[in-house]
């Protein structure tokens, strides 16, 4: 379609602006059809950028520049008008001298290419907790993906007709095809990476990378840290959560979100297979949940997104058979290995490498180099609607009522397999404490502890302190019914080094003793950090696992969560005057409890 369907003003002015300063040869607006999907997934068959994968209907494989293969959070800013609005977990910038920087690298930066103009919805079309955007991108590659992460074409661009306000995404590759360049298969500028953020102006300005979340900016740039400031402003909560649907013998059904740092398990715990007769989980969303108070006092989630982009490696019909049959068709793999009969291959996915495999670096792969075939930050983008267990309302606009929230994260020692928060003041306390050993899914070193609150902090768009506020304020409603809080650890090791639970499906017997704390069964214990499963509570049946590792998966070490006392205070005083002083009596509570020799006896009550 060309820019004549444009009838939103405001819209059609954004993007003559941006043609004007791009200068692109030609401009697209995407219907979102198929007819469309198959003339982009031609074009990048014959540029070579894509492989077409004969094992899987409709799927290609692409392989990035080796420069360009995560989230690049050192060159995330946050450019509100003041620098304690994006907080000390946030890079910040003047947004007046970013856009002259950011001027100077979008002059341009889209002759020879097409602009295409996305028009996009997170949440069903039209729904009462949805929201629009509008991306433009010179990156086929982005065009492909936003078809299924988001929905997206003509019936949005209807949506606009109605004048709806809407989040200005814009993207570039950074890779203009000037004289005497040719295409590349991965065309992007990795030097001169920006993903930067207006929040006043909700919009997004993205130059350099045509990876993931620097690129496809509906999900983390939009749905997260754009999100996370309009939640602020209008009283609801953009959140790093997958929601779950989980259902008991009897058919009661109840929904759960969850916030784990990156890589940590989040896509496997939303479609998990209970290692309990009768048990049932249904996915809502992996990634990204948005939450608000409804009529009835209860609050209510949505799954922004349409399709999963999930980590490749360590999935496989073992430990994830709902993802594996989600990537069945109609999906696109960025740096995986390939195999020689045109399919997919991974560490992790199950078995040997098959003879004639080629690295995600179009290699040959040659095992004595012991370097992985698939980039461990390799990734499928899939439609949620492939998912077997999809839950049947994940596309109702009104959301899904949780009855409980869970935070984890990765952490070898302290944190035990599961505990529980007394109230809603303490259940926001867990989150803000969230620390994890980081993962590949963004640059920089991996296995390293870092605080990561509420799996926020690479995606809050405003100042941390404040979004701590923010989720207390939301507490204090009154009339509503509190869901309750958990923090789980699937990652304790015992002495030898080895995880102690063996995850999975057997997460599914966690999940049970929470289902029945919020039906108010499931026994319990307090203990200085919050109520873990009394003896017997957890339903054990046919899992072979000592009483030893057992007991030690549950207990709650005073000395160790001592040592993580000061590094939390510290992190807590990094925000100055604008911490939440709620937050800091509970730090001193957490700590008078731990001290305190009653505390000492509920351990033994459970060790
Ligand atoms: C993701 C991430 O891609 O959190 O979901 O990095
Ligand atoms: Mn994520």
Known sequence: MNLDCIRHPRLREWIDENVAMCMPDDVVVCDGGHEEADRLAERMLRSGSFKRLEKRPNSFAVRSDPGDVARVE???????????????????RDPQEMKG??????????????????????????????????????????????????????????????????????????????????????????????????PEERSIWSYGSGYGGNALLGKKCYALRIASVMARDQGWLAEHMLILGITNPDGKKKYIAAAFPSACGKTNLAMLVPNLPGWKVETVGDDIAWLRWGD?????????????????????LKSNPNAMRSTEKNCIFTNVATTPDGDVWWEGIGGEPPAGLVDWLGEPYDPSKGKP???????????????????????????????????GGRRAGTVPLVHEAMDWEHGVFMGSIVS???????????????????????????????????????????????????????????????????????????????????????????????????????????????????????????????????????????????????LVARLDWLERRLRHPAAKRHRSAIA
């Open 436 to 582: 994890s050993e980081t993962t590949a899914a963004a640059a920089g070193a991996v296995g390293q502890l870092r605080r990561d609150p509420f799996a926020m902090l690479p995606f809050c768009g405003y100042n941390m302190g404040d979004y701590f506020h923010h989720w207390l304020r939301m507490g204090e409603r009154s009339g509503v019914k509190h869901p309750r809080f958990y923090y789980v650890n699937w990652f304790r090791k015992g002495a030898d080094g080895k995880f102690l639970w063996p995850g999975f499906g057997d997460n599914a017997r966690v999940l049970k003793w929470i289902f029945e704390r919020c039906d108010g069964a499931g026994e319990a214990v307090e203990t200085p950090i919050g109520n873990v499963p009394a003896p017997g509570a957890l339903d054990l049946d046919g899992l072979d696992l000592s009483p030893e590792a057992m007991a030690e998966l549950l207990t709650v070490r005073e000395d160790e969560w001592l040592a993580d006392v000061p590094g939390i205070r510290a992190f807590f005083g990094s925000f100055h005057d604008g911490f939440p002083e709620e």
């Open 74 to 92: 050192n060159n995330t800013f946050i450019c509100s008008r003041f620098r304690e609005e994006a907080g000390p977990t946030n890079n910040w």
């Open 101 to 198: 920087e950011l001027r100077q690298r979008f002059f341009g930066c889209m002759r020879g290419r097409t602009m295409y103009v996305i028009p996009f919805s997170m949440g069903p079309v039209g729904g009462p907790l949805s929201q629009i955007g509008v991306e433009l991108t010179d990156s086929v590659y982005v065009v492909l993906n936003m078809r299924i992460m988001t929905r997206m074409g003509e019936a949005v661009l209807k949506e606009l007709d109605r004048d709806k306000p809407f989040v200005k995404c814009l993207h570039s590759v950074g890779y203009p095809l000037t004289l005497g360049r040719h295409e590349l298969p991965w065309p992007c500028d990795s030097n001169n990476k920006y993903i930067v953020h207006f």
């Open 373 to 407: 075939a698939a980039h461990p930050n390799s990734r499928f983008t899939a439609p949620a609607s492939q998912c077997p267990v999809i839950d049947q309302a994940w596309e109702d606009p009104r959301g899904v009522p949780i009855s409980a929230i869970l935070f």
């Open 296 to 316: 009835d006092g209860r609050l209510y989630a949505i799954n922004p997104e349409y399709g999963f982009f999930g980590v490749a490696p360590g999935t496989s």
